[in-house]
């Protein structure tokens, strides 16, 4: 019988992390895709008009909507939900470091990331294109935290093209 070997797995590793050093250096921005699912966030759009939803950890869900589908209502719409994001608190267990936002030149986390800080992880729940959740990782114990999370957001972008 053979004997196990780590060597494919961690190649496999090395690999990873070639292609994620160079992504800080590749991150230009948020595509506009994303950049719109992001100023978008917790706004859906009704029959009626638009709802905001929250629902922050341990309380009842913040439900609001505004009437019309004009640019006056989604403005509205986006004021509110503001406006209960300044008084409710931040729902994400971990945040992501000041530093590394500043680095990518980002004012807020990015939606859809979530980070790990036990496993040195960044992570990125999606589903695929038969409609199974997948979860793709990216890894910062051998790599700069910016350049993991840099990746998680290029991978994020080419998922919504």
């Not at 090395?14 to 595509?31: C, E, I, Q, V």
């Not at 709802?51 to 403005?75: A, C, D, N, Y």
């Not at 992501?96 to 939606?111: F, H, N, R, T, Y």
């Not at 790990?116 to 990782?137: A, F, I």
């Amino acid at each position: 019988m053979a004997e196990w070997s780590p060597q494919p797995r961690r190649k496999q590793t090395l690999d990873a992390w070639a292609r994620w050093r160079a992504a800080r250096s590749r991150f230009k921005g948020l595509d506009v895709r994303l950049e719109a699912r992001h100023e978008l966030r917790n706004i859906t759009k009704t029959k009626d008009g638009y709802q905001v939803r929250l629902r922050p950890t341990g309380k009842p869900v913040f439900r609001r909507s505004v009437r019309g589908h004009s640019e006056e209502s989604l403005r509205e719409a986006m004021r509110i939900r503001d406006r209960a994001m300044r008084e409710i608190p931040g729902r994400r267990v971990h945040q992501i470091p000041a530093q590394v936002l500043k680095a990518l030149g980002l004012s807020a986390p990015i939606i859809g990331i979530t980070r790990l800080p036990s496993r040195s992880v960044y992570r990125v729940v999606y589903r695929d294109d038969t409609g199974r959740r997948r979860v793709r990782q990216f890894y910062f114990r051998g790599v700069p935290e910016e350049d993991a999370y840099a990746a998680a957001i290029a991978f994020l972008q080419s998922l919504l093209k």
